[in-house]
């Protein structure tokens, strides 16, 4: 009996597992990131979801950056004088703390569909004020 309970459990578990590609090329990416459904509304007509291109500065400041930047969380400089001690550094070095995180500053901000470009307009709207 106990043979056939370990094959009926072997048989079981061979018949649910789907094999998963975990590999790192590109169409395994897509794959696995691809939508598992999608919804139909009986006479919709089909709107393909167009992106407008990049979103200004203010865009994703107002989105992403207000949260911290607005209220000063965390030490997020906010004001004129706290970004002019902050640009003594180099519009680069900003830049390059707003991609890739700088003490409490998380990588993009948190925004990880936001571009390079958006973040550069994002912080020159910041430090524009």
């Known amino acids: 009996m106990k043979k056939l309970s370990a094959a009926l459990l072997l048989l079981s578990t061979t018949a649910i597992a789907q094999?998963?590609?975990n590999t790192l090329t590109e169409e395994a990416i897509k794959k696995r990131?691809?939508?598992v459904g999608t919804v139909y509304l009986a006479g919709?007509?089909?709107?393909?979801?167009?992106?407008?291109?990049p979103r200004s500065g203010e865009q994703v400041y107002q989105a992403a950056c207000f949260a911290c930047h607005g209220?000063?969380?965390?030490?997020?400089?906010?004001?004129?004088?706290e970004w002019a001690t902050r640009l003594t550094k180099g519009r680069d070095v900003l830049i390059d703390h707003a991609i890739n995180g700088f003490n409490a500053m998380p990588p993009r901000g948190t925004?990880?569909?936001?571009s390079d470009e958006e973040i550069t307009a994002a912080i020159d709207f910041m430090t524009a004020k």
């Open 33 to 35: 990131l691809a939508p």
């Open 44 to 53: 919709a007509t089909p709107v393909e979801v167009v992106p407008s291109g």
């Open 111 to 114: 925004c990880m569909d936001c």
């Open 71 to 81: 209220t000063g969380a965390l030490g997020a400089p906010k004001t004129t004088d």
């Open 19 to 21: 094999p998963y590609d």
